[in-house]
Nanobody, 118 residues
Framework: QVQLVESGGGLVQPGGSLRLSCAAS????????MGWYRQTPGKERELVAI?????NYADSVKGRFTISRNNARNTVYLQMNSLKSEDTAVYYC??????????????WGQGTQVTVSS
């Protein structure tokens, strides 16, 4: 079973930066892609950035956010710069892949709050 643990959220002023981290633990699996999603009250969870065979970003964060991975450690990071109030949300880490038994992996972290406010 795959478990994801996130860290790095918090309160930051507009224009500031934060770095989120997410580490996958467990055994018997391989990860194909890892990404970050975010959700605000009353809205659906939306993709922020994903790193797999390619890297993709939501249009709203292009040029400001950077996703990176350490495959050896099954870890993914999200460097967020030039933060705006509209970036305020709960950020969730996601990992997809497969188990050694042929099953699929689609794991979510517990979420970390990012608040951008002066």
């Amino acid at each position: 079973q795959v478990q994801l643990v996130e860290s790095g959220g918090g309160l930051v002023q507009p224009g500031g930066s934060l770095r989120l981290s997410c580490a996958a633990s467990g055994s018997g699996f391989s990860i194909r892609a890892m990404g970050w999603y975010r959700q605000t009250p009353g809205k659906e969870r939306e993709l922020v950035a994903i790193s797999g065979g390619s890297t993709n970003y939501a249009d709203s964060v292009k040029g400001r956010f950077t996703i990176s991975r350490n495959n050896a450690r099954n870890t993914v990071y999200l460097q967020m710069n030039s933060l705006k109030s509209e970036d305020t949300a709960v950020y969730y880490c996601n990992a997809v892949g497969s188990t050694i038994y042929g099953g699929s992996v689609n794991a979510w972290g517990q979420g970390t709050q990012v608040t951008v406010s002066s």
